[in-house]
């Protein structure tokens, strides 16, 4: 990734959304965030700006087709484009729930806004990307997106749908200079493994660890990459070969 690149990160008000637009800020690129919650957005986008860094931020819902293209609209029109396309944004649910008692309500809204945005963002983006030959889409998936869980309901399945949706759309792209690969980050210190995994016993990564492939995918070296899945936590990447 060269300096000035312009990297768009959903979900960015807390989590690893939050120490992603941190950790690219640092290294020189253009952020453009995206988070429902504003007063928490508005604090990581101070905190981008104290870095030195350039930003964008957009209160709104990325599962809403209105709200991402406000938010890809602004984008384009202040940083005349987008680089790099980070999918974080995600709910988990309920809680732990077995499928037999999970609220059909609740099962609902997961797969509505896990699923539909990153198809609703990657397809907002894409033209541009496109008309470019070049970009990197990044999704975020979890193990849970490859093995069934008990009781983590929706949020599995949620993810099992995005790592089909990156799989597709890795071949629909094959050749055209942009690419999309996704990303399991581990078990980390968030809210959202709070919820999932309530008694937790064991220690937990914070979400700034392992930003290694997340640098990989954004950088130039990764142009051949495309419909892979990495886990963060086995990936590294040698620290002379960033071109940040």
Not at 17 to 36: D, P, Q, S, T
Not at 70 to 81: A, D, K, N, T, Y
Request: with cysteine; net charge negative; aromatic share 8%.
């Amino acid at each position: 990734m060269g300096n000035n690149s312009v990297v768009m990160i959903t979900g960015a008000s807390k989590g690893l959304g939050k120490e992603l637009a941190l950790e690219f800020a640092r290294n020189g690129a253009r952020l453009a965030i995206c988070a429902r919650q504003l007063p928490a957005l508005q604090q990581v986008e101070q905190e981008i700006k104290e870095l030195g860094g350039e930003v964008v931020a957009v209160e709104g819902d990325v599962s809403n087709p209105d709200d991402v293209n406000r938010f890809v609209s602004v984008v384009e029109e202040v940083f005349s484009g987008v680089d790099v396309l980070i999918n974080n944004a995600s709910i988990f649910g309920p809680g732990p729930s077995l499928l037999a008692d999970y609220p059909n309500e609740a099962f609902n809204e997961v797969l509505h806004v896990n699923v539909l945005n990153p198809f609703l963002m990657t397809k907002r983006v894409l033209p541009g990307m496109l008309s470019k030959k070049a970009g990197s889409i990044i999704n975020l998936t979890s193990e849970a997106g490859k093995t069934g869980f008990a009781e983590w309901g929706a949020y599995g399945i949620s993810k099992f749908a995005v790592e089909g949706l990156t799989q597709t759309w890795a071949e629909e792209l094959e050749g055209t200079g942009v690419r999309i690969n996704m990303v399991d980050p581990g078990e980390m210190d968030t809210d959202m493994h709070k919820k999932a995994v309530p008694d937790c016993d064991y220690p937990l990564a914070h979400p700034s660890a392992n930003m290694d492939i997340f640098n990989y995918l954004a950088s130039t070296e990764s142009i051949k990459e495309n419909g892979r899945r990495f886990e963060a936590q086995k990936f590294q990447w040698k620290q002379e070969e960033h071109h940040a």
